[in-house]
């Protein structure tokens, strides 16, 4: 992994800018896997500005979203589809055909995931894979103890992982309890990585990184054995890592 330390989570967000905006305007049709969260959003407001300067397209990109909570429609301000169409699709000149976000309210959720499976395949695969790290280690929404095989599937999100999405919601009990999440095998197979990593509550997280072994115990680890993986991380997401 090439460890990027920046001083803080503007400084992160405006260095994955630069990688994306690059990605996109050398490679000739760009599939970008994408991420939700608060740490992109950064990422995701700099492109804007950038597309807006005429300094990026998105005219043939490719977008595949790592995941999206089951039982929200698209048009539900919770779900995953609203998030990137506000924080970043509506602002530029993306096709919307081209955008996958897995759909959360499908009939048959298993053969929704095959689909983003099948799309992400026909779109040649994933160039350059936008990842954030939950407190626990999760990539995407694979939580830990998911297989290092998997691929694209109906996930139980762990206690944790909805404890810190509750900020999002009225209360606790509206946060879903499942997803469909793309596996540890779909996101390695993706040709880069570019991992997010911002503030002391992923200080934990980004030592075991750093420090820890491979194990499905912490899904994050995988990572390491990656061959092309970046890591843009802040000053108070190290501060664990560097104690020690
Ligand atoms: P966050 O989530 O960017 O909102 O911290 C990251 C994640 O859980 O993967």
Known sequence: MNVIKVKNYDEMSEKATELIVNRINTLENPVLGLATGSTPEG????TIKK???K????KNVTTFNLDEYVGLDKDDSNSY???MNEKLFRHVDIAMDRVHVPNGVAQDLEKECMEHERAIEQAGGIDVQVLGIGGNGHIGFNEPGTSFSSRTHVVDLDESTIQANARFFNSIDDVPTQAVSMGIETI???KEILLLVSGEAKADAMAKLLNGEVSEDFPASILKQHENVTVIVDEAALTVAESK
């Open 55 to 58: 300094e990026v397209s998105f």
């Open 81 to 83: 589809y609203y998030f």
């Open 43 to 46: 990422l995701y407001q700099r």
């Open 188 to 190: 390695m197979n993706s």
């Open 51 to 53: 597309f807006e300067q």
